[in-house]
């Protein structure tokens, strides 16, 4: 099976089931391409079992290859990557994106959820 973000994005339904299944974002950060953001990439995910296999997300602009295999780890061009050790959140960078839907209660769960966040003394 296939789902692909564009056409879920213009309204095409599509289920999650057990089959395997490509999940593709031919441009993951649309609007950022719009607005010439050059933070735009490709992401492909595979699915199993609705439990997610493996991923890749070729960032273009930085010409990064990322990539991820379930109990493998995490990869950009070919080298792991690991977290930080930082374990004190008010020592820590929060970045988050907001979404594209406007419905207006998830606007509220949404803004809910960033007053919490941004309570916490973070760096930035």
């Not at 994005?9 to 395997?20: M, R, W, Y």
């Not at 990539?67 to 004190?88: I, P, Y």
Request: hydrophobic residues 40%; charged residues 20%; proline residues 4%.
């Amino acid at each position: 099976s296939f789902i692909g973000e564009e056409s879920v994005a213009a309204g095409e339904g599509s289920i999650l089931t057990d089959n395997p299944t490509w999940i593709i974002d031919p441009i993951d950060g649309t609007t950022n391409f719009v607005h010439r953001f050059p933070f735009v990439a490709v992401s492909v995910g595979f699915v199993v079992n609705k439990k997610m296999e493996f991923g890749i997300v070729y960032s273009c602009i930085e010409d990064k290859m990322y990539t991820a295999k379930k109990g493998k780890g995490a990869f950009c061009n070919g080298q792991k990557l690991q977290v930080s050790g930082q374990e004190d959140i008010t020592k820590s960078l929060l970045v988050t994106e907001l979404g594209s839907n406007r419905d207006p209660e998830a606007i509220k769960i949404i803004l809910s959820n960033m007053e919490r966040l941004l309570s916490i003394p973070i760096h930035g």
